[in-house]
């Protein structure tokens, strides 16, 4: 792979993730309806606004293709006018095409308007007067062409298989548990056996691991979120997606708890750690977690567990190690704290 001033070339016109075929042939059905239909409703110029009006507004979500259609909309109806009333004043030479586009720019910058809408308003001016006579008839038609073809683009991605985008949040929630049960364990194996240094370096890691994963959780069920608004196919996919942020609040503070924890062992950690018996009741409380955070994700879909919560009461210490009080002292707090989530998460579960 080349790359240019240190910029990677293919980045450039390349996308990470690949859109879905569905989501292609959607546009391309839009785009062929808006331009017969709008061929055929509003006679003259071949329908190019209809065109690119259909093309922009099938969007992945239909909260999105909704506001596309809105942004494309008053876009060409502001940059029509302004190109209009320039033409019909001064003709449709080159600078006045250019005047168009700029006026369109500070008009858009001016109301504050979003830079979609203001790079419409542009394209809109420079195509009214480059195309087209500077007539008052010329611009209705292309404003009247442009709706047409963002309504069409609009109800083609409500008829044909409107998306919805719960299944993926699905899996980064219950992604996040797994990882957030293993880790668990793993800090569970790190208590009750001597490790090296380097074995500490990489419990750390998993555990600071666990924010990202969280981030791209909370990103999934956003993007699923706006996929059911106006998505007459939501309603049977919002019980589903509020399971999946019960477990997501439930799981946020866990994680802070565990990088705490492990922070704790990672900083104060002695070879003589694996020997008080404290440390190894709070390594079995530890797998009791990551056995209830499994609990909770199977009782989130749907299923019923066979086994009850492992975590049934917190841990009592009566006399902390001279040695390690203050090691235990904060895992404890910390477990503590894991323990009235999860018996908060079985709670809303009874």
Same mark, same amino acid.
């Given at each position: 792979?080349?790359?240019?001033?240190?910029?990677?070339?293919?980045?450039?016109?390349?996308?990470?993730?690949? *859109?879905?075929?569905?989501?292609?042939?959607?546009?391309?059905?839009? &785009?062929?309806?808006?331009?017969?239909?709008?061929?055929?409703?509003?006679?003259?110029?071949?329908?190019?606004?209809?065109? /690119?009006?259909?093309?922009?507004?099938?969007?992945?979500?239909?909260?999105? *293709?909704?506001?596309?259609?809105?942004?494309?909309?008053?876009?060409?109806?502001?940059?029509?006018?302004?190109?209009?009333?320039?033409?019909?004043?001064?003709?449709?030479?080159?600078?006045?095409?250019?005047?168009?586009?700029?006026?369109?720019? =500070?008009?858009?910058?001016?109301?504050?308007?979003?830079?979609? &809408?203001?790079?419409?308003?542009?394209?809109?001016? /420079?195509?009214?007067?480059?195309?087209?006579?500077?007539?008052?008839?010329?611009?209705?038609?292309?404003?009247?062409?442009?709706?047409?073809?963002?309504?069409?683009?609009?109800?083609?991605?409500?008829?044909?298989?409107?998306?919805?985008?719960?299944?993926?949040?699905?899996a980064a929630v219950t992604a996040l548990g797994d990882e957030l049960a293993a880790s668990f364990r793993r800090l569970a194996d790190g208590l009750e056996t001597p490790r090296s240094r380097a074995d =500490?370096?990489?419990?750390?890691?998993?555990?600071?691991?666990?924010?990202?994963?969280? $981030?791209?959780?909370?990103?999934?069920? !956003? &993007?699923?979120q706006e996929s059911l608004t106006l998505n007459p196919r939501g309603g049977t996919h919002r019980a589903d997606l509020a399971a999946q942020q019960r477990l997501l609040e439930l799981y946020t503070p866990?994680?802070?708890?565990?990088?705490?924890?492990?922070?704790?062992?990672?900083?104060?950690?002695?070879?003589?750690?694996?020997?008080?018996?404290?440390?190894?009741?709070?390594?079995?409380?530890?797998?009791?977690?990551?056995?209830?955070?499994?609990?909770?994700?199977?009782?989130? !879909?749907?299923?019923?567990? $066979? !086994?009850?919560?492992?975590?049934?009461?917190?841990?009592?210490?009566?006399?902390? *190690?001279?040695?390690?009080?203050?090691?235990?002292?904060?895992? =404890?707090?910390?477990?503590?704290?894991?323990?009235?989530?999860?018996?908060?998460?079985?709670?809303?579960?009874?």
């Amino acid at each position: 792979m080349r790359s240019l001033g240190g910029v990677q070339v293919t980045a450039a016109f390349r996308a990470p993730k690949r *859109s879905s075929l569905l989501q292609v042939v959607k546009s391309a059905v839009a &785009t062929v309806a808006a331009w017969l239909v709008a061929g055929w409703v509003v006679q003259g110029p071949v329908p190019v606004f209809a065109a /690119i009006a259909a093309l922009l507004v099938v969007q992945p979500s239909l909260n999105q *293709s909704f506001a596309r259609a809105i942004e494309r909309s008053v876009g060409v109806i502001a940059g029509v006018v302004v190109a209009s009333l320039l033409g019909i004043a001064f003709g449709n030479g080159t600078w006045v095409i250019l005047t168009a586009a700029a006026a369109g720019l =500070l008009l858009a910058w001016a109301a504050r308007m979003t830079p979609g &809408t203001a790079n419409q308003m542009a394209i809109s001016g /420079i195509l009214v007067l480059a195309l087209g006579p500077a007539t008052p008839g010329y611009a209705l038609d292309r404003v009247l062409e442009t709706l047409l073809g963002a309504a069409i683009g609009f109800v083609v991605n409500v008829a044909l298989v409107p998306p919805v985008a719960v299944a993926p949040a699905r899996a980064a929630v219950t992604a996040l548990g797994d990882e957030l049960a293993a880790s668990f364990r793993r800090l569970a194996d790190g208590l009750e056996t001597p490790r090296s240094r380097a074995d =500490l370096e990489e419990l750390m890691l998993h555990a600071r691991l666990l924010r990202p994963m969280r $981030d791209k959780a909370a990103a999934a069920l !956003e &993007t699923a979120q706006e996929s059911l608004t106006l998505n007459p196919r939501g309603g049977t996919h919002r019980a589903d997606l509020a399971a999946q942020q019960r477990l997501l609040e439930l799981y946020t503070p866990m994680i802070t708890q565990l990088i705490g924890m492990t922070r704790t062992v990672y900083d104060g950690y002695a070879p003589d750690l694996a020997e008080e018996p404290s440390v190894r009741a709070i390594a079995e409380q530890l797998r009791r977690a990551a056995h209830d955070v499994e609990l909770l994700d199977r009782v989130d !879909e749907g299923s019923v567990p $066979d !086994e009850p919560p492992a975590l049934t009461t917190p841990l009592q210490i009566t006399q902390p *190690s001279a040695t390690h009080w203050i090691l235990v002292g904060s895992l =404890l707090e910390d477990l503590h704290r894991i323990h009235r989530g999860l018996q908060e998460g079985v709670d809303r579960t009874d």
